[in-house]
């Protein structure tokens, strides 16, 4: 699986018309078991950007390929790249419709033509991906659910098509810590799983927690591809961009003086733990 995206640039036209290219000279790879972030303020493009990833949205100029194929190619059938890129827009449980669970699940799936065990299997699979009981839910009304199992019904709809490429859009929005932490389960299990993730989002603890990849996105051009760390290191970019440091890395930081130095440029909790039954053990 490989997405690639080569000097990408769009602006609107029509009623929203505008002279400012929203992407501008974007260029993105995102390979097999990836977990990419991708971050900047609000603006900066990134909605715009993942809507190119399944053709919702059509470049100006650029290209965009899927395993090598020009998507846009008079050859390449779009509906098949649908298939294996899924896109999770934000607050996705305001898209839930179905009567019950269990369809609302199966209504992508069943329009590709999977019918019988086949479906039921698909549903069971998807939902227990996003840590909800089959037996539990498939038969209530999506509705009647709290809003953070909402969410996840929704998410596995998608999941259901079996994407090789998921992509969240600010998955973390509006949801206390519990649901964080559950939602950086079902990220990390996707990637157990071979898929790969690219996640927008202003969270940078959760950056820090799920993803080894940052792309920032500002003003419609990418300023930073690499790695979180190097990332939270910029000072003077992060300033500039408005972007904060995860609550960690900034206690750190507060603390330097105080903790061993291997210990200061961890990012993320589970680093830390690392480092301490390292230190401790060793």
Known sequence: MRLSLKNIRYRYTGVNASDRWILDDVSLEIGPDECVALVGPSGSGKTTLIQHFTGLLKPAEGEISWNGENIWA???KQNILRKKVGIVFQFPESQLFEETVAKDVAFGPQNLGVRGEDIDRTVDEALRTVHLDPQEVSSRSPFRLSEGEKRRVAIAGVLAMNPDLVVFDEPTAGLDPVGVRLMATIVHGLLA???SVVVVTHNMDFVADVCSRVVLLSEGSIH???RPGELFANKELLQRTGLDLPALV?????LKMAIPEEMRNCISLQQLE???DQTFLS
């Not at 900034?250 to 507060?254: G, N």
């Open 274 to 276: 690392e480092k301490l």
């Open 250 to 254: 900034t206690a750190l930081h507060e």
């Open 224 to 226: 930073f591809d690499g």
């Open 74 to 76: 008079s050859h390449f």
């Open 193 to 195: 799983k071979n898929q």
